[in-house]
T-cell receptor
Framework: DQQVKQNSPSLSVQEGRISILNCDYTNSMFDYFLWYKKYPAEGPTFLISISSIKDKNEDGRFTVFLNKSAKHLSLHIVPSQPGDSAVYFC?????????????FGTGTRLTIIP | ETGVTQTPRHLVMGMTNKKSLKCEQH?????MYWYKQSAKKPLELMFVYSLEERVENNSVPSRFSPECPNSSHLFLHLHTLQPEDSALYLC????????????FGPGTRLLVL
């Protein structure tokens, strides 16, 4: 059973517009969420995170929104740039990380069209 | 060298071969991880080591054998693998194993024939 789901395997966005990547989770024990970005032939790179005590966290062009009641989070990138083209993984963990583990989604491939 | 490095970057092996993947982190972290990334599947956590002791093992087949000789090095020994084990194997590290933010290596792409 997949506890973290990224239902869109791919997304194409025009340069300069907003990119919105979505992630849903099923485990109500998750209380910390992260986004990772992965370029080809490289490992995932930590991008931004959010704790369940918040509903928004912003870092430059990247903003993560958390809707706990809907068990949904999203990553907004604005304005989108060609260098943002990558695979984005959503990940979640619980209070006791050692037990809950860091669970990843399957990723969404974002392509920014110049 | 900085960050997390992995060697080899690519590996092709037969089902009867024995090989090892190596990971090294230069971040002074105390925890290291092995992940498996198969096509169209979520990233799977395989093993977690904290201060050279294994703290997590997610029902991984015994044909995968990890080794952590010190907090900077992590190995994954492979023997009698199956074609379905072909995947990208990622190593990661974090300051402590209870910390969610992890730093990943580039991965080893493994093909089992």
């Amino acid at each position: 059973d997949q506890q973290v789901k990224q239902n869109s395997p791919s997304l194409s966005v025009q340069e300069g517009r907003i990119s919105i990547l979505n992630c849903d989770y099923t485990n109500s024990m998750f209380d910390y969420f992260l986004w990772y970005k992965k370029y080809p032939a490289e490992g995932p790179t930590f991008l931004i995170s959010i704790s369940s005590i918040k509903d928004k966290n912003e870092d430059g062009r990247f903003t993560v929104f958390l809707n706990k009641s809907a068990k949904h989070l999203s990553l907004h990138i604005v304005p989108s740039q060609p260098g943002d083209s990558a695979v984005y993984f959503c990940a979640a963990s619980g209070i006791n990380f050692g037990n809950e583990k860091l669970t990843f989604g399957t990723g969404t491939r974002l392509t920014i069209i110049p | 060298e900085t960050g997390v490095t992995q060697t080899p970057r690519h590996l092709v092996m037969g089902m009867t071969n024995k090989k090892s993947l190596k990971c090294e982190q230069h971040l002074g972290h105390n925890a290291m991880y092995w992940y498996k990334q198969s096509a169209k599947k979520p990233l799977e956590l395989m093993f977690v080591y904290s201060l050279e002791e294994r703290v997590e093992n997610n029902s991984v087949p015994s044909r995968f054998s990890p080794e952590c000789p010190n907090s900077s090095h992590l190995f994954l020994h492979l023997h009698t693998l199956q074609p379905e084990d072909s995947a990208l194997y990622l190593c990661a590290s974090s300051q402590e194993w209870t910390e969610e933010t992890q730093y990943f290596g580039p991965g080893t792409r493994l093909l089992v024939l």
